[in-house]
């Protein structure tokens, strides 16, 4: 009978649950369960690196001190934000994402949707203006709305005291730019649909109908989403 070597069979399922966590990783649809996995998986795929480097004595605890460092790091007190350098790093961050293609429930460069999109360019902006100037506190944020996924409605709603609504307006196209600020987001006023404003009258969003993200300037003519009825929000980090 076959003899099964313990640590072959534990360096077997260490390979499998790091390909699975990388695969889940860039995986476009966002689902809770996906999220508990990551959380579960890292902690494991670390405790294996460690197994792996232990005969190096020099080296053997350098994962636990790093990730010692990291969990210090993020749970030490914040500063105060730059909230217009926050601004333009989430107009950046939402402009990585042109041109990727619409998927229903994505948030990832292999796809995207609406809600998506105006969440995930804030949680980018959010980490790497948090590594930028040290500050934890941004990348605690980064993480909350990492973790808590919400619709274009949700948003609308006030979904976890992200946003405050700021007007009503007849479209997209009808707003005076003077009314906005960088990183305003437009809900239409059934909760479908969100649009992001990136300054200059330029307005960027995941549009299902098109199949892919845009960037379009108002007025914008034969798209039904700038003429739709919307309320208009700020996310609460921005203001």
């Known amino acids: 009978m076959k003899k099964y070597n313990p640590k072959s069979l534990f360096k077997s399922l260490w390979i499998s649950v790091l390909i699975l966590t990388v695969f ?6 966002n689902i809770s369960i996906l999220r508990y996995f990551l959380i579960l998986a890292l902690p494991f795929l670390l405790c294996g690196v460690s197994v792996f480097i232990w005969r190096r004595k020099r080296i053997r605890y350098l994962p636990f001190i790093i990730t010692v460092i990291i969990v210090i790091f993020i749970l030490i007190p914040g500063r105060s934000r730059n909230k217009e350098r ?16 619409y998927i229903w429930g994505g948030e990832t460069f292999l796809g995207i949707d609406c809600s998506g999109l ?18 934890p506190e941004l990348i605690r944020n980064s993480l909350f709305l990492w973790w808590n996924d919400c619709s274009a409605r949700s ?15 007849e479209s997209v196209n009808s707003i005076k730019t003077d009314q906005l600020e960088v990183g305003d987001i437009a809900v239409t006023s059934d909760g479908v649909h969100v649009l992001a404003y990136l300054g200059n009258n330029s307005w960027i969003e995941a549009d299902p109908g098109i199949r892919k993200v845009i960037k379009a300037e108002t007025p914008v003519k034969d798209n039904p989403w700038f003429e739709m009825k919307i309320k208009v929000l700020r996310w609460n980090i921005l203001k």
């Open 24 to 29: 889940i990783w860039f995986y476009p649809v």
């Open 86 to 101: 926050l601004r333009i790093q989430y107009a950046r961050c939402l402009e990585k994402y042109e041109g990727v293609r």
């Open 118 to 135: 105006v969440r995930k360019g804030l949680i980018d902006a959010l980490f790497y203006e948090g590594i930028q100037t040290l500050n």
């Open 155 to 169: 948003l609308k709603e006030g979904y976890r005291n992200l946003t405050t609504p700021l007007f009503d307006a």
